[in-house]
Structure formats: structure tokens, C-alpha cells
């Protein structure tokens, strides 16, 4: 700063590039905390304001400048204070024909354009224009000072006022066309990497919309697409590719979905609400999740610490709770083992009848709801109902002990609904076979066609050669009114007409193709359908849910991706964009539009059945297409859950379906995940299995945005290709395993008739009704007492209890599959089951959100609210299945029984294998960093048992997986509240996998239903630790009994404490520039301009020899090539710059004289 001449100022660059060259940037760093840039832009401006500026201190002093203040983040702003930005820009006029004096200075303007206001301070003043014009065609000459200029204007379009300039000037259609040029030509690393250049600055204009509009309009996603099908082909320009793509992904117009609104096509009016829909377009909840919140992940690094809480009160003070004491006796009901005699310890008729007695002693609502269930919702206006909850079936399940007809009238209705709406007669005069068809397409109701009010049968295609279908003519008619819309002289018609014969079509159906299911029976599953509500009034009923389903007989590996697939089908996609051949963009299925008619050759979809979540379906093309989800009810959100029919498929021809609509940021479709499909035909040859199928899947961001466009929503698609087996098949696919709420009913009804009632309590009961009237049935397994003795009854009565709870999430089919795993074994025979029975009371609610089960929501009920988020401060009437189950711990907590453990079944979509999370204040203090001295806090480390346990017991668990932290987005989830408010030490939520594993020995493989429900036998063997008399509980009896042929005990999870996947492949999102240039990149650019210098110098004063001396042979090569860059622009200005090549000779001219 105040060196009196140019040799002492040369001497000084010449150290600090010396000592700054050396080592990390730890040196650079602690220069400028100590004033460096400002004496750098000091000398800067005090030598370049003279008239004849002296290039021998300028240029090292710039190069200096460039590589310090790449480094400072404030050194826009510094250079704009010392009036060096403006200065610099008309070095850069007076040189642009000087090559290397002008790459100087495009370097010191990239580094000052950090700053936006200087960035907008330079483009003011045309520095946009000027640099512009310095990007000539295609040449090889000035390469290092034209990749510089490129380098600049990129890092100028860093602002929104410089990109509108550089659009209404009309640089993009420039930028394209050089692009073009250049990679037409670009043979050598410095041509390429001037075309990597040129994508930077088509990234950063393409940040607006008005940037975006002009790249397409001028052939933009045209000409990329045609430059990377020309990379593909060359090994040399391969790096080009994923830059291109990417820019393609970004610039494709935005496209609203084609539907007529954002809002769910399913909406329920609330109680209490004039207006049946909340307001739609409102942005999602931050904290939406229990475990795999999308925006939380995204936003982990930054605020994960800042979620945790610190507050010791909110962590060891128990609230007040949320309703007076007074309320609680009401559900004394609930525990009927607390107050049931055992007389003769017959309990073999017991369950109805406590669940009468309980139905009385209930509210007038639950009263209402168990003595007026019907089989469909409010809209049905002559729909006859039952008398209890219980009443659908006899123990036996036999239609004719149900009633003298044979079956419940709602069941009856069930069948001459689908009879006459989804029938079709095969061109057969074989009753028989006619009669299997009609069952079969009430089963299959989009595989026939259907029936019209005229009674005109029109046939269609082949159906199942197990059937006995013959082909008929392709004729398809759906004229499928709501149900709520048929007369009521048209159902009693149908249903005289043809009640006799669907009894003899379900027993020979079943008689001849039924594969024994276990816990499963069709008929019991029917009748329980028949009573569930929904909001369409749903009366197909879906043929896997009907049938059943059996693992398939081995293990599923996980998918591996094929590479750079996403790419593929990102330019399949950009095909639709460019030209309109083979593009058919047809709608042929509509969940709100079932007049809809389609197309003979194309796939025929179906969604409307318990469970089914499909809106919509677009024929791209032949083989391909777009899928649209249904969002939660009441919402315009919460789309992941699919389950849908598909038919009238051609075999071994790959079909790809893209789901279009996925909001969720990442998936584990990346990490070998696959859908399942279930196969009627297969299922009919004894094979009835949910399978994991697809190929070429993958995960991205994509184009669409709402319909409406009101509401900032990203979009991903999940892309997979199915080859179907068979032709004209019918077939399943699904997120994840379906487990419907029918299925809960029909399933608990089968295990009450399994179990001894002389050695197992089993009481099904009504917790309370749902928003759309259906039960939330809450169970109770315990072991009954060995006699009446005061000692054996007391003993019963004071059995700690637990707690288990699952599915408040519809989405998360898994958690009733590891339910089910747990219900089976409680009521099993095994030891270890009976020693449970004997050590705790358990109460189950297998399903806290019916009514989302019900309609295929994803995430919430039909308030539009996650449940799971309702704990705190639950409202009766909006949210009664998360009140009533707290009032019930509530009332447990009154009376002493507060559980020893709860848990609650959880899916995670982001995660592999299973784990826990838990409540530890220490372990939340500690993580935070809180101040709190942690030392003279006492806590019970037992919340740990139970994972230590299922980590040497369960091959799905990881015990590395799991945390105990308590964050305050959580802080209204049941395990939060649960623990803070109840005192529960073990409580937890327990999360499942949607894929699979990646330790143990279940690695590399997809979980299917057999691993679900081994989990949740697993759980409670781990409670057998928690026992007082562990000793006792854990003989080598059980032991044998637990002790696996894997040796499972001696299981240990993974070493790893890595909670999520690595980065995808390849790049999910699209909104990223091309990699920035680092510093090691700009540094390399300054010495090679340095280097060229110094190579035209040596040749000119006959010095060769003296580098060839001090470098190797290669870097004279490199020297020599990068010396001839500007030899009929630029004479030799300085004698020594900075760089190594300092002494190279000792012709260094101080006064600033030209050497010729």
C-alpha cells in the first residue's frame, strides 16, 4: 500500500503469491482478516487511474487480486466502496485487444460480480455489452481470455437486473448459437471447456422466467437435446451431458396438471362447518411428519439442533392435562378385564356381549354408530341397516348363520350392485361358466364391461382362462353412476333377480381356486366390507383384498438401477416437448368422470374400491402412461399412496407408467425399492402373491405444477416399466402392501374365534366412531386367570399394561402388517406369547385412522389433519379416535395403571430397515449443545432396553437407526406426548420400511409381508425384558422358542450412523447451475496466462535454456502451447509477473518500457 516504486511493489506481489501459493487457503484467509483486499484494490486504484497505466505492476497485481478475492466474500462490496469495480471495467475497454491484459480483468470482475450490487453496478455501466462482444465463434486463438470473458458474464447474470438486460438484448439467442458452434467443433479440453462456459451462463439466464421463455422460444431445449445425443456417442464429450440435461429439465414449460382442480376429488362436509372444504391453497405444514418430514429432511443440516428441545421444564414438568378428571370414568368400559368375573372361566361368548355392554354404557353418538351401520355413507339413501357392529357374521362365518337370507342385506346390496353394474356374458351357453364371469367381475369391476339400464349386454375382451373366458368382441360401455344415483326399485330388482345365485357362484369360485389364506376368509372379509363407509360409498370390492394374498415363497432382492436411467427417461420426456409423433395424450380413466369412454387398444384402469387411489390416467403413448394420484380428502396435498386395477394388457410388451404427482423430495424407488402387483390369474393357478415388480425406476423432479398454479408446489415423478405375464390379465399395483380397514375387521373376527377363550382374554371393542361413522375397534389380550382364587384374580388385576397403537398414517400400509404380526402371536399358543399373556394386559388399537384407510388417503383423516399432530390438545369432534385413545391412557394413568410400554406402528418412505425413536432428556440436552449441566439429572435408561433387545433379536432392526431425541416440530406426536404427559419412559413410535435392508441378513433385500409381521413377533419378544421377574421369563424354554435358525440372537445391526442415503446417483432436483468454478479452477486459469507470458518472453530473449533447466518437460510443453495464444495482439508488457516462472531470465524492465 505504500511502496514508493514499482520494484519494491513487484517484490511484494512476488512474496505474497509465493507464500499464498503455498499450503491451503488458511493463508489467504488470515491476509484478509488483516486487510489484505483492501490494500490489494488500494494499489489497484492508485496505479490504474494514471493515464498510462504501468501493465508490468498491473497485471500481477490483478492476478493477485483475483485468486485473494475469490476467497472474500465481501469483496464486491469492498471493491465497489474503493471505486475499483468501475476502474477495472475500463482497464478492460482500453484492452480488449490485448488478450491477456483483458483476461486479467475479466478475472477481478468474475471475483467482484459475488456482490449483487456491484454485479448490478457493472451491467449499469454496459459491462454486459462489453464483455459480450469479446466472445468471437469458434478459433483456437485467445482461448484463455475468451473462456474468461464467458466466465464474467456468467457471474454477472448472478442478478435479476443484468438477466432481464441480457434477455431484451437478445444474448440468449447468442449464447445458443455459439454453444452451438463451439460444440460442433470443440476437439480439444479447451474448447470443451469453454463450452462448459457457455451452459454456466445458459444456466444463470435461464434463472428467471423471462429466461427461460426466450431459451425456449429460440430452439433451446431443441438444439441441447441434439448436442447430447452427440456426446452420448463420444467418450470425449460425455462431461457435457448431465449439465445439458439438467438445463433441459429446468427450462421445459411449466404444465398444470390436467385436472380441473387442485382439490381432492373427495370431500366430506366436517361437523360444526357450513363449508365442507378448507381452504385449499394454503403452503404444507413444516412438520408433517412424525419420521420422514420432507421439508425437515431437506432442511436438516441447517435447523436440526434449532428443532431440539432445551427447555428443561417442557422436558421433566407433566402438563396439565387436557380435560377434567370427571371425563374419565367413561372409559372404565374399556377395561373390561378389570371388572369381568370369569364365571366358570367360560369366556366363549363373552366378546359380544361385552361389546354390547360396552356399546350401552357409550356415548349417544357411539350408540348411534353401532346400532346404525350400513354398508355405504349418507349419500345412499334406502340402505337398510344392522343392528351391531357384530352383526355381519356368526363365529363360523357361513352365510347361512348370518341371516335367513344368507347374507346381511347391506351384503346383499353389495351384490346386486356389482352384478348389474360390472357384468358381462361370455359368448358361452355354459351356466356355470356365466355365473363364475359374474362373480368375477364383481370382483374385477373394470375388467368387464358394463351393464346399461336397457340391459344391453356388450361384451369385451378375453377373460381368465381358469374361468373358461372365450374371447368376445372389444366393446367397452361404462356408464357407472354413483351409487347414491340408482333408484331403489332398480336395487330391488336386481336384488331379487339374482341373490340366489351369487351364493352357489362364491362357493364354487372359491371351491375350485381358493388357496387357504391364513386368518383370511373371503366370505367373513365381504361381509365386513359391506358395513365399512366410505365417502364415494365404494361397492367393488378389490380382488386381492377379497381373495388374499401368501408371501411369495423367497426373498425379493432390491432392484439395481440401470445407469443413467433417469437421463433416458428425462429425454423421452423432453421427445413429448419437441415433437408431437406417437404422442396420443388421451385421458382414459377419470375417478370423477365415469362416463368416460376408452379406447379398445389402451389399458383400462379402476381405483374406486376401499383403499384404491388413482385419479387419473393420460395415454402418452402406445406403451406409456401418466398417472395422477387423488389427494387426501378435503386437501389439495399429500400424494405418495397409490392402489389401482389395471386390465386389458398385452403380454411381454414393456409398459411404462410415470406417477406424476409425488411431492416427497427423495425416495427410496432411488435405492432399489420396487411397487407390488398382484395378478388375478396367478391368483386363480394357486399363486396368490403381492409381488415387487418394475424396471427402469427412478425418482425425479419434473415439470407439472397445479392446476390452478395458486399454491408453490414441486412435483416428482416416480417413472417404473411393468411387463405384464399374461394377456388380458388383471391386475394390482400399489405403493406397498394394501392392508384395508375391511380387512382389520374381518381379521380380528377370525382371531376371536381362534383363541381359547378357557387360556386367552380376547375382547374387541368400540373405542369410538369415526368421522364417517365407522368403529375404531380397540382390543384386550391377556391370559385368563387359572382359577377364581383371590390370588389369581388379584394378579390379573394388577398386570402392568402396554399399549400398542398403528396406521395413523393410511399411507403406511406396513405398520398394519407388523400389527398383524403382533395380534397373530398375542393370541397364539407359543410359550412366549402365553408368558406375555400372563406378565401384561395389552391393549391394541390396530387402525387410529379408519376413514384415511378407507378412501386411500396418504397422510390424514378426512379433517384434512395429520392425526399424528392432533396429541396435545385433540379435539372430540374432529379428531375422536386420537382423543378417546388418550382419554383412555388418561383414565389408566387415574387409576394406576399407566403402561409400561407404548408404541406406535409407523411406515418410513426414506429410510431402510426398522428402528425406534424414543424420549431422553439427556440425550435431546446433549445433542443440542444446551448449557444445562446434565450431570445432576437423573434419568432411567430403560427407554434403551427394548432396542437393545430387537437389535440381538430382529434381523430388520438397527439399533444405530434408532435416536431418543425430542424435537419441538414432534412435540404433538403420540410419543412425545405420551412420555411427557403420561409418564411413559419406554415410549416410542416404531418405524418400518417401505424397502428393505442394507446390514443383517436380510441386506440387499426388499421386505415383504412375511418380514412386516416377523417384526412385529419380534416386538414382543423384546418385551419380555421388561419384565420384573426377567429371570423367570427368560428359561431356557422360551429361549429355544425364539432362538431362530439364523441364530438371530447373536444378530448384531451395522456400525453405521449414517441416518439417511447417500446422494442419489443422479441428480434428483434440477434447480442447481453447472458446478461453480472453484478457486484451484481460477487459480489454474491465472497461471496459465501467467505461464504464457513468460513462454513468450523466454522466446524472445533466447532463455529457453534456463526454463528448460528449472521445469520439466512436459511443463515447457504446456508453456510453450499456451505461449503462442496472442502473438499478433500483444507485445511482451513486463519481464516478470507471478507465478514460477519468476527468475526465469534477468531481463525484467522496472520502468515500465516495452521489450520487443
Not at 493463508?27 to 490494500?39: L, V
Not at 475497454?93 to 486479467?104: F, M, P
Not at 470443440?186 to 426466450?214: D, E, F, N, P
Not at 356389482?418 to 367381475?441: K, M, W
Amino acid at each position: 500500500m505504500n511502496a514508493g516504486d514499482v520494484e519494491s511493489t513487484l517484490n511484494i506481489l512476488n512474496v505474497l503469491d509465493e507464500l499464498l501459493s503455498a499450503g491451503t487457503d488458511h493463508r489467504i484467509h488470515y491476509m484478509i482478516s488483516k486487510g489484505g483486499s483492501e490494500a490489494l484494490l488500494t494499489a489497484l486504484v492508485n496505479t490504474g487511474r494514471s493515464l498510462s497505466p504501468n501493465y508490468t505492476l498491473l497485471l500481477p497485481l490483478l492476478h493477485l487480486l483475483a485468486k485473494v478475492g475469490h476467497r472474500d466474500r465481501r469483496i464486491g462490496v469492498k471493491a465497489e466502496d474503493a471505486g475499483a469495480a468501475l476502474l477495472t471495467l475500463s482497464l478492460l475497454r482500453h484492452n480488449v485487444k490485448h488478450a491477456r491484459r483483458a483476461a486479467a480483468c475479466l478475472w477481478v470482475i468474475q471475483v467482484f460480480s459475488s456482490s449483487v450490487s456491484t454485479a448490478n453496478l457493472i451491467g449499469a455501466n454496459h459491462g454486459l455489452d462489453v464483455i459480450y462482444r469479446l466472445i468471437p465463434q469458434y478459433t483456437t486463438k485467445h482461448l484463455h481470455a475468451i473462456k474468461a470473458a464467458i466466465d464474467a458474464f456468467a457471474a454477472l447474470l448472478c442478478t435479476k437486473a443484468n438477466v432481464c438486460s441480457a434477455v431484451s438484448k437478445g444474448y440468449v439467442s447468442g449464447l445458443l448459437r455459439l454453444y452451438e458452434d463451439w460444440h460442433a467443433k470443440a476437439t480439444q479440453h479447451a474448447a470443451l471447456a469453454i463450452c462448459h462456459s457457455l451452459l454456466r451462463c445458459l444456466h444463470k439466464v435461464t434463472h428467471s422466467t423471462a429466461g427461460r421463455q426466450a431459451f425456449v422460444s429460440q430452439g433451446g431445449i431443441r438444439l441441447l437435446y441434439v448436442t447430447t445425443q452427440t456426446c452420448l456417442l463420444s467418450k470425449g464429450l460425455e462431461s457435457l451431458v448431465e449439465p445439458s440435461v439438467q438445463l433441459m429439465r429446468k427450462c421445459l414449460p411449466k404444465t398444470p396438471l390436467p385436472l380441473t382442480s387442485d382439490r381432492s376429488a373427495y370431500t366430506f362436509l366436517m361437523p360444526g362447518r357450513p363449508h365442507a372444504v378448507p381452504d385449499m391453497d394454503v403452503e404444507p405444514d413444516e412438520n408433517s411428519e412424525e419420521s420422514d418430514d420432507e421439508e425437515a429432511e431437506d432442511n436438516k443440516e441447517a435447523d436440526f439442533d434449532d428443532d431440539l428441545e432445551t427447555d428443561l421444564s417442557k422436558l421433566r414438568l407433566r402438563p396439565d392435562p387436557d380435560r377434567p378428571k370427571e371425563l374419565l370414568p367413561q372409559y372404565n368400559r374399556l377395561c373390561p378385564e378389570l371388572s369381568h368375573d370369569f364365571q366358570d372361566l367360560d369366556l366363549s361368548s363373552e366378546p359380544e356381549e361385552s361389546s354390547t355392554a360396552s356399546s350401552s354404557s357409550s356415548s349417544d353418538e357411539e350408540a348411534a354408530l353401532l346400532n346404525g351401520l350400513r354398508f355405504h355413507s349418507s349419500r345412499r339413501g334406502g340402505g337398510r341397516s344392522a343392528t351391531s357392529s357384530d352383526a355381519c357374521t356368526s363365529p363360523s362365518g357361513s352365510p347361512s348363520e348370518t341371516d335367513p337370507e344368507g347374507h346381511t342385506p347391506a351384503a346383499a346390496q353389495l351384490e346386486a350392485r356389482d352384478f348389474h353394474s360390472h357384468s358381462s356374458i361370455l359368448s358361452t351357453t355354459d351356466r356355470e361358466a356365466r355365473q363364475e364371469q359374474s362373480f368375477a367381475s364383481l370382483l374385477r369391476p373394470s375388467l368387464l364391461g358394463a351393464d346399461t339400464k336397457t340391459a344391453q349386454l356388450e361384451t369385451r375382451a378375453v377373460l381368465l382362462s381358469s374361468l373358461e373366458g372365450r374371447e368376445s368382441r372389444e366393446n367397452q360401455n361404462q356408464d357407472e353412476a354413483p351409487l347414491g344415483q340408482r333408484g331403489e326399485d332398480e336395487d330391488d330388482e336386481e336384488e331379487d333377480a339374482d341373490k340366489s345365485h351369487h351364493r352357489t357362484m362364491i362357493d364354487r369360485l372359491l371351491e375350485r381356486h381358493g388357496a387357504c389364506i391364513p386368518h383370511h376368509e373371503p366370505r367373513l372379509y365381504r361381509a365386513a366390507a359391506a358395513k365399512t363407509k366410505s365417502i364415494p360409498g365404494f361397492s367393488i370390492l378389490a380382488f386381492p383384498d377379497f381373495w388374499g394374498h401368501l408371501p411369495p415363497p423367497g426373498h425379493e432382492s432390491m432392484a439395481p438401477r440401470k445407469p443413467n436411467i433417469q437421463r433416458q427417461k428425462v429425454f423421452e420426456d423432453a421427445q413429448r416437448f419437441l415433437t408431437t409423433d406417437g404422442i396420443i395424450n388421451q385421458v382414459v380413466f377419470d375417478l370423477e368422470d365415469s362416463s368416460l369412454q376408452c379406447p379398445s387398444d389402451s389399458l383400462r384402469f379402476f381405483s374406486k374400491f376401499e383403499c384404491g387411489n388413482l385419479r387419473k390416467a393420460v395415454q402418452v403413448r402406445r406403451y406409456e402412461y401418466d398417472l395422477i394420484l387423488n389427494a387426501d380428502a378435503n386437501s389439495s396435498q399429500h400424494t405418495q399412496w397409490f392402489y389401482f386395477e389395471v386390465s386389458n394388457m398385452v403380454a411381454d410388451v414393456p409398459y411404462r407408467f410415470n406417477v406424476i404427482n409425488c411431492e416427497k423430495s427423495n425416495s427410496q424407488f432411488n435405492y432399489g425399492m420396487q411397487p407390488v402387483l398382484y395378478s388375478v390369474r396367478e391368483a386363480l393357478e394357486g399363486r396368490p402373491h403381492w409381488v415387487r415388480t418394475g424396471t427402469e425406476i427412478c425418482y425425479f423432479r419434473n415439470h407439472f405444477c397445479p392446476a390452478r398454479g395458486r399454491r408453490r408446489t414441486t412435483f416428482y415423478t416416480l417413472t417404473f416399466t411393468i411387463t405384464f405375464k399374461h394377456n388380458e390379465d388383471v391386475c394390482y399395483l400399489a405403493y406397498h402392501y394394501p392392508y384395508t380397514y375391511s380387512a382389520l375387521k374381518a381379521h380380528l373376527k377370525v382371531l376371536q374365534k381362534s383363541v381359547d377363550p378357557a387360556k386367552v382374554f380376547f375382547q374387541q371393542q368400540v373405542l369410538c366412531g369415526t368421522l364417517a361413522g365407522n368403529p375404531c375397534p380397540v382390543v384386550t389380550i391377556t391370559a385368563c386367570p387359572a382359577s377364581r382364587s383371590w390370588i389369581d384374580m388379584h394378579q390379573l388385576r394388577n398386570r402392568p399394561y402396554i399399549m400398542l397403537t398403528g396406521r395413523v398414517h393410511p399411507g403406511e400400509s406396513n405398520a398394519s402388517w407388523v400389527m398383524k404380526g403382533t395380534l397373530e402371536f398375542l393370541c397364539s399358543s407359543d410359550p412366549v406369547a402365553q408368558s406375555l399373556r400372563e406378565a401384561f394386559v395389552f391393549k391394541l388399537i390396530p387402525m387410529l385412522n379408519p376413514d384415511g384407510v378407507v378412501n386411500g388417503t396418504n397422510r390424514c383423516d378426512l379433517n384434512s389433519e395429520d392425526l399424528n399432530r392432533q396429541w396435545c390438545k385433540p379435539d372430540p369432534v374432529l379428531s375422536p379416535t386420537i382423543y378417546h385413545t388418550k382419554g383412555l391412557l388418561y383414565y389408566l394413568n387415574s387409576v394406576g395403571r399407566t403402561p409400561l410400554v407404548f408404541c406406535d406402528y409407523h411406515g418410513h418412505s426414506r429410510k431402510k430397515n426398522v428402528f425406534l425413536y424414543g424420549c431422553s432428556v439427556k440425550e435431546t440436552l446433549w445433542q443440542s449443545g444446551s448449557a444445562v449441566n446434565t450431570v445432576g439429572l437423573k434419568e432411567d435408561p430403560g427407554y434403551r432396553t427394548i432396542p437393545k433387545n430387537l437389535d440381538r433379536l430382529a434381523p430388520a432392526f438397527s439399533f444405530n437407526s434408532c435416536n431418543y431425541l425430542v424435537e419441538k416440530s414432534r412435540s404433538a406426536t403420540a410419543r412425545v406426548v405420551v412420555w411427557r404427559e403420561m409418564g411413559v419412559l419406554r415410549s416410542y413410535t416404531l418405524e418400518s420400511t417401505h424397502n428393505g435392508c442394507d446390514q443383517g441378513i436380510y441386506k440387499g433385500l426388499q421386505t415383504g409381508t412375511r418380514e412386516l409381521q416377523e417384526m412385529g413377533v419380534k416386538f414382543c419378544h423384546s418385551l419380555l425384558s421388561v419384565t420384573k421377574d426377567v429371570k423367570g421369563l427368560y428359561s431356557q424354554r422360551l429361549i429355544s422358542h425364539i432362538d431362530l435358525d439364523h441364530n438371530v440372537l447373536d444378530h448384531k445391526s451395522h456400525n453405521c450412523f449414517e441416518d439417511d442415503e447417500p446422494p442419489c446417483v443422479e441428480e434428483i432436483e434440477y434447480s442447481a447451475d453447472c458446478p461453480a468454478l472453484t478457486g484451484a479452477d481460477l487459480d489454474s486459469d491465472i497461471n496459465g496466462n501467467t505461464a504464457s507470458a513468460d513462454e513468450e518472453e523466454e522466446g524472445d530473449e533466447g532463455c529457453r535454456e534456463v526454463k528448460h533447466r528449472r521445469g520439466s518437460v512436459g511443463q515447457s510443453q504446456q508453456s510453450s502451447a499456451k505461449g503462442r495464444l496472442f502473438p499478433h495482439v500483444m507485445r511482451q508488457a513486463s519481464a516478470e509477473t507471478l507465478g514460477e516462472n519468476r527468475n526465469a531470465c534477468n531481463a525484467v524492465s522496472v520502468n515500465g518500457q516495452v521489450m520487443s
